[in-house]
């Protein structure tokens, strides 16, 4: 994830220098603020993968010599069954339909998001 983490550091740097000198010419507040987004969220996951490599280490599709034998095994754990996925999905539907139509469709999508994703974070903690 070294590689990825720095491909998108560099993304990260293109859209810092491009921003500047867009503000610096421009002054038009909705291209900066899209530049400024754009900077800011390629950071975070240049952040994200930088911080993976750091806890994990290299993976074995880093290495030239590996096999493929090599990244057999269990990835991760997958909740084998729940209905936090379709909270999540069906109040971010009536959300992204609630900026259109209204604020109580907005909020009442919002109030099925939040119970989505309470339910992802919490769903297997044991405490």
């Known amino acids: 994830m070294k590689l ?3 491909l998108f550091a ?3 740097a293109f859209f810092a220098v491009v921003t500047s000198v867009y503000v610096a010419l421009h002054r038009e507040p909705a291209g ?3 530049l400024l ?3 800011l ?3 975070l996951i240049s952040f994200f993968l930088w911080m993976q490599y750091r806890r994990h280490g290299e993976r074995p599709q880093d290495r030239k010599e590996s096999e493929v034998q090599d990244g057999a095994g269990p990835l991760a754990f997958f909740s084998p069954r729940s ?3 379709v909270f999540t999905a069906v109040g971010t539907a009536l959300a992204g ?3 259109v139509y209204g604020l109580w ?3 009442i999508g919002v109030g099925l998001i939040a119970p989505g994703v309470a339910g992802f974070v919490f769903q297997h903690n044991d405490r």
């Open 4 to 6: 990825e983490a720095l």
């Open 10 to 12: 560099g993304v990260a």
């Open 32 to 34: 900066t603020s899209a």
């Open 37 to 39: 987004v754009s900077f």
């Open 41 to 43: 969220m390629s950071s």
């Open 83 to 85: 209905y936090f996925p």
């Open 97 to 99: 339909t609630g900026v």
């Open 105 to 107: 469709l907005f909020l």
